[in-house]
C-alpha cells in the first residue's frame, strides 16, 4: 500500500505474494472441517465449492451454502500451520536479537516488537478466537450501516463459517480515480479512528486484501459505497495504562504539541536515559516534528522521512519505544497509504480529532 515509501516493484512483487499464497487441497480442506465438526460435509453443507476463494498465511476460503439456503464464507486452517508460524518465529527472533546487540537499536524496542508480532500470530490459528472478535466487531459497529463485518455461524479452532458479504477489493478503487473515492477513504480512516480511540479493539490486519467495497444498487443506501472488513484474527488491546498513555500522545499530535508528546513518551517508556539536558532537546526536536505534521495535508507529508525523523530522535536520545504501540502505529501507516491512493486530499490528522475527544471522555471515567 506504500509506493510512495518503497520501490513500485518491490510493492508488486509483495502485493503478488499475498494475493498468490499456496493453498492446500479440496482434500485437506474436507478432512479438516469433517474431524472438527465431527460431520460430513454433504451433512453440513447444501453445497461445498472445491475451489478456494482465496488463500492467506494461515487459512484459506471457500464458498458454500448451508441447508437452510444460506451462502456463506468458510475459512479452514492450512495444514502444519503451527509448526511453520513457530520455526518462522523462532528464526526472527534469533536474528533481531542478534540486532539489538548494536547500542543505538537497544531503543526501538526490536525484539519486544517481533515477540508482540509473534503472540497475534499465534492467536490468529484459533479461529474460535475470531468468530469471537467478529460478534465484539459488529457490536462495536452496530449502529453504522457503512462498515459490514461478517457474521459468525460455526466455529472452532480450525474452521469457522461465516456469512459470504459480497463486494469489490478495495485495490479496484485504489487503481483509479472514481467519484466514490474520497468517500471510501474517509469511511476506512474514519472506521479505523473509532476502533483505535473510542473501542481500544483494533483490526490491525486492515490491507487490501482484507476490505471490500459495496454499493447497494437500491434501497435507503442506494449509491453509497460501503466497507465490508475481513480477516479480524488479528486485533490489538492495550490496557487501561497503555490506553490512556496512547490517547494522550495521539492527542499530542492533534494539537501538534509535539513536545508534550515528547515528554509523554519519557514517561510512559519502560527504559529511557532522557533527563535533563537530554529531555529538552528531546522535547525540542519532537516538538519540531509534530508541528509540521499538524500544518500538511496527507498528500504532503512524507511518512518514510516523518518515520526517520522520529526513530533517529528516539535513538539518539535513549528512549524505549513501547512495544504494545508498534501495532496501533504500523496499521496507521497502511492505513494512510490506502488513504493517500484513494484521495490525496484527505487529512489525517484533522479527520482524527472527533474520536480523539471520544477517546480522551472515556479515559476521564
Known amino acids: 500500500t506504500r509506493p510512495d515509501l518503497f520501490p513500485p516493484e518491490m510493492c508488486l512483487n509483495l502485493s503478488n505474494l499475498h494475493r498468490d499464497a499456496p493453498a492446500h487441497s479440496t482434500a485437506q480442506s474436507i478432512e479438516t472441517i469433517e474431524k472438527s465438526l465431527k460431520c460430513s460435509i454433504d451433512d453440513m453443507f447444501l453445497y461445498f465449492d472445491p475451489q478456494p476463494l482465496a488463500s492467506g498465511a494461515i487459512a484459506q476460503i471457500h464458498k458454500g451454502v448451508l441447508h437452510d439456503g444460506r451462502v456463506v464464507a468458510v475459512k479452514v486452517l492450512h495444514p502444519r ?4 508460524i513457530f520455526s518462522d518465529f523462532t528464526i526472527m527472533y534469533t536474528v533481531v536479537s542478534i540486532i539489538d546487540k548494536i547500542p543505538t537499536v537497544k531503543w526501538l524496542s526490536v525484539p519486544e516488537s517481533v515477540q508482540e508480532f509473534g503472540r497475534s500470530m499465534v492467536l490468529q490459528l484459533d479461529l474460535d478466537r475470531e468468530a469471537r472478535n467478529l460478534t465484539k466487531f459488529r457490536q ?3 449502529n453504522n450501516n457503512y462498515i459490514i463485518f461478517p457474521e459468525p455461524i460455526i466455529s472452532n479452532n480450525s474452521v469457522l463459517i461465516e456469512t459470504f458479504e459480497p463486494g469489490v477489493p478495495i485495490s479496484h478503487f485504489m487503481a483509479s480515480s472514481r467519484p466514490e473515492n474520497s468517500k471510501i477513504a474517509a469511511l476506512g480512516l474514519e472506521s479505523y479512528m473509532k476502533m483505535m ?35 479480524v484474527g488479528l486485533v490489538t488491546e492495550l490496557s487501561p495504562r497503555d490506553r490512556e498513555n496512547f490517547v494522550s500522545l495521539f492527542g499530542a499530535v492533534v494539537r501538534g504539541d509535539g513536545e508534550g508528546g515528547a515528554e509523554m513518551m519519557v514517561r510512559s517508556a519502560r527504559d529511557s536515559h532522557c533527563e535533563g539536558e537530554c529531555l ?31 526513530l533517529t530522535t528516539v535513538r539518539t536520545h535513549h528512549v524505549k519505544i513501547e512495544s504494545n504501540f508498534a501495532t496501533l502505529v504500523m496499521g496507521t501507516v497502511v492505513l494512510e497509504g490506502l488513504g493517500k491512493q484513494l484521495d490525496p486530499n484527505l487529512n489525517l490528522i484533522k479527520a482524527a480529532v472527533p474520536y480523539f475527544i471520544q477517546g480522551e471522555s472515556k479515559n476521564m471515567w
Open 140 to 142: 462495536n459497529f452496530k
Open 280 to 310: 529538552e532537546s528531546f522535547k525540542k526536536q519532537m516538538g519540531a516534528i509534530y508541528n509540521e505534521v499538524q500544518r500538511k495535508k496527507l498528500s504532503e507529508i512524507r511518512v518514510g522521512e516523518l518515520l526517520n525523523n522520529v
Open 81 to 84: 500451520v503451527k509448526q511453520s
Open 197 to 231: 480511540l473510542v473501542d481500544n479493539f483494533t483490526h490491525s490486519d486492515l490491507h487490501p486484501g482484507n476490505i471490500m467495497v459495496r454499493i447497494p444498487q437500491s434501497g435507503p443506501l442506494k449509491g453509497q459505497p460501503q466497507l465490508v472488513l475481513l480477516d
